[in-house]
């Protein structure tokens, strides 16, 4: 990293005084906030200009500082680019007599959707060009096709801002007609009726964005008579609705972080009354599928932490009907599950590891499909068809490119229909080596870390590691493969991916021990798996990086409060690091229905604890590494102010000469760019972040 005399920005400090539970806390940067109005309109008032000039000087200076290393930062975006299949495609996959098909075009950042009619020969016939429907915006994501049951209308849904609200329309597929119909702010997703011309959707609260209602449409009448069918009150509940793979039902899911409720209608009756399945309790959770006489509820009633697998007759619903199909095991969690006519696939985790179960509905067989590799991860697909013998599912690992396998459950056979294509004729398997250590922790606790390097990569204390997890809302990061995180390996680095608690890797209960008041064991965790490599000779503080995003943008920004020591560079991707603010803020998106995640801070004792972890309340007058933070302008899931405040406060007190580093997208959101060819110019940034720390911008010879 060369040394740059570049003034950083200052912000103006302001104080603003908030006070809770006879606490007060004094933030300069509060002016730092703005309504949705405010962003989107074309007017911009003196706070707005101000708030956009502070995030555009803070991009200036980000650009400036890292302009010496633009050169390798865009070959690096070339190198990462050359190893993609350009002119790629799906393996097709059947349903309802068509074959649908996910393609890209060389040269192109967005897929083209299309499907053939009962066989593979037949014409094709494209059904979306996003390419040309994206031409004039700088964000577009298309999502939510639906294909009604005669094949001949599709609903779709579009977001040219990237903060979830989408469009929902409907297309002919005959004539090629876009329908009038416009239903703004919804979810994106939508249910067919029986009939063909009835729609189910999800609108959400326009300020809060909480999925909040279902409304039934009827193609062709305004949407102003749209009929509410469900309206979710509860403000710490979401709502969806889907349709039963047996298309039978219409089945409305109302869900919060530790309760569930399922109600459900004929398909063919559209206008008819929905009916709740077992009305919902605290800490009770369950979802349905439908499948002859029965529904089947994958549910942890009856205190079953790792969940297990029920069914109840379609006519009495109620729990007391229910009686086990798989019965609850403490070392096994199961995922989800999904029904064929002559047999149950099972997704379970054990150990940490994914398994998938095979059995004969008449008990004839019980088998695991195979996997020897000590690091993957495996994921069943839909599987449209009730009428099967054959399970798609998908295979890959740190060192295995993606595969999509076709498994005949009868004989056993496998048909390999894709492999992950690797191009730049430098990639083999065999040049990279991955396996699970497992590092003790404070409390006495086992954490698993998977790592992947480079055969030739020399582990010692002068190793660079980057080291990487999320650690909340249950969810279990997979130990996939990567062509773009080749860029690192080839360079030296090892990749370690911690699973820490506040994920379920080992189970239901290694997340429920990583939030509310136990949250601070998932940054324990991390920091103790850091300590570990540093222990154990891995690596050293001067070479050891990290790296999270949203939840785990949070994660960066406790750990870096914690022990900012260990590491020589830090990633906080879209962090949610301002958590007592946003946490007593209901009308911040995501903020009601995450209080049983984090803790609702109007209780004085979830106050305290959160306060006493949260990112931006807990910056120090210390030293702190090397620090990029990224966000977007328009996130809806973590809002742009929390990292904006978080450097500008950082800037203030922070004793060290270590670079700190804003970059804003200010036309994306959470998710970042649309387009893949954007993305990977945002990973490109990133890494080139992480290798200019480690002296590794120059000329270097990637490993065959």
């Known amino acids: 990293m060369k040394n740059i005399d570049i003034n950083a920005p200052v912000a103006e400090k302001i104080a603003q005084k908030l006070e809770k539970h006879g606490d007060v806390r004094i933030d300069n940067y509060f002016w730092m906030r703005l309504t949705d109005e405010q962003k989107n309109a074309k007017n911009k ?42 002119d790629d495609s799906s393996v097709p996959y059947k349903d309802n007599g068509y074959f649908y098909i996910t393609s890209y075009q060389k040269g192109k950042q967005y897929p083209i959707f299309s499907r053939k009619k009962k066989s593979l020969e037949a014409d094709e016939e494209v059904l979306f060009n996003v390419n040309e429907m994206a031409k004039d915006y700088d964000y577009y994501q298309l999502g939510g096709l639906n294909v009604s049951n005669d094949n001949k209308l599709i609903a779709f849904a579009t977001d040219t801002v990237s903060r979830r609200q989408y469009f929902l329309r409907i297309k002919n597929l005959e004539t090629g007609k876009i329908y009038n119909d416009i239903i703004e702010n919804t979810t994106g997703g939508s249910v067919w009726a029986s009939d063909n011309k009835t729609i189910f959707y999800t609108k959400k609260d326009p300020v809060t964005l909480r999925s909040e209602k279902i409304y039934r449409h009827v193609l062709g009448t305004p949407t102003s008579e749209d009929v509410e069918v469900f309206h979710e009150k509860d403000e710490t509940f979401g709502v969806y609705v889907t349709k039963s793979k047996s298309n039978e039902y219409i089945i409305i899911g109302s869900y919060s972080t530790v ?30 599928s439908h499948f002859g006489d029965y529904f089947y509820l994958l549910t942890n009633k009856d205190d079953a932490t790792n969940f297990k697998l029920m069914k109840t007759p379609v006519n009495e619903t109620s729990k ?41 509905w008449d008990k004839t067989e019980d088998y695991y499909l195979p996997f020897t590799e000590e690091t993957y991860s495996v994921g069943v697909y839909a599987n449209p068809d009730f009428n099967t013998d054959i399970i798609r599912y998908s295979y890959n690992s740190f060192t295995t490119p993606s595969s999509v396998i076709d498994f005949n459950m009868k004989d056993k056979s496998k048909d390999v229909k894709k492999e992950q294509e690797v191009l730049g004729g430098k990639f083999k398997k065999e040049n990279y080596k991955s396996e699970r250590i497992w590092a003790t922790t404070r409390d006495g606790k086992k954490v698993a870390i998977s ?73 324990n965790d991390f920091v103790d798996c850091s300590q570990y490599l540093i222990d154990n000779n891995y690596t050293s503080p001067e070479h050891l990086y990290a790296m999270g995003g949203s939840a785990g943008g949070l994660l960066m920004g406790a750990v870096v409060n914690m022990n900012p020591e260990l590491y020589n560079g830090i990633i906080a991707s879209v962090p949610f690091v301002d958590v007592v603010s946003t946490m007593l803020d209901d009308s911040i ?105 480690e002296g590794k911008l120059n000329a270097v010879e990637i490993k065959s």
């Open 45 to 86: 008032d003196a706070q707005t200009q101000k708030v956009v000039n502070y995030l555009e000087e803070e991009n200036a200076y980000y650009k400036e500082v890292t302009k010496y290393s633009e050169v390798f930062r865009d070959e690096l975006f070339e190198e990462m680019k050359g190893r993609i299949k350009e």
């Open 451 to 523: 790592i992947v390097y480079h055969k030739d990569t020399k582990i010692n204390k002068n190793t660079p590691i980057l080291q990487y997890a999320y650690g909340s809302y249950g969810y279990t990061i997979p130990d996939n493969f990567s062509t773009t995180r080749l860029s690192l390996l080839d360079r030296g680095f090892v990749y370690a991916l911690a699973h820490i608690r506040g994920s379920q890797y080992l189970g239901r209960e290694w997340y429920e021990d990583g939030k509310m008041l136990n949250k601070k064991n998932t940054f």
């Open 259 to 288: 309760s569930t409720e399922a109600r459900y209608l004929k398909a063919d009756n559209p206008t008819g009354e929905f009916t709740v399945v077992q009305p919902r309790q605290r800490d009770l959770e369950y979802s349905i």
């Open 589 to 693: 998106p995501l903020t009601t229905g995450e209080y049983d995640e984090w803790g609702n801070p109007n209780d004085k004792e979830y106050y305290e604890y959160i306060k006493s972890y949260s990112p931006y309340d807990q910056v120090e007058q210390k030293e702190y590494p090397n620090i990029l933070v990224t966000t977007g302008f328009h996130d809806s899931q973590v809002q742009y102010w929390e990292p904006a405040k978080w450097v500008a406060k950082l800037r203030e007190l922070k004793t060290d000469n270590n670079l700190l580093l804003l970059d804003t997208n200010m036309e994306a959101g959470h998710g970042g760019a649309s387009g893949r060819f954007d993305a990977l110019k945002e990973t490109a940034k990133m890494y080139t972040f992480f290798l200019s720390l």
């Open 320 to 360: 007391d009907n229910w009686v086990d199909v798989i019965p609850h095991r403490n070392n096994t969690l199961l995922e989800d599950f999904s029904i064929f006519k002559e047999y149950l696939v099972l997704e379970e985790r054990t150990n940490g590891l994914s398994k998938v179960r095979i059995k004969r």
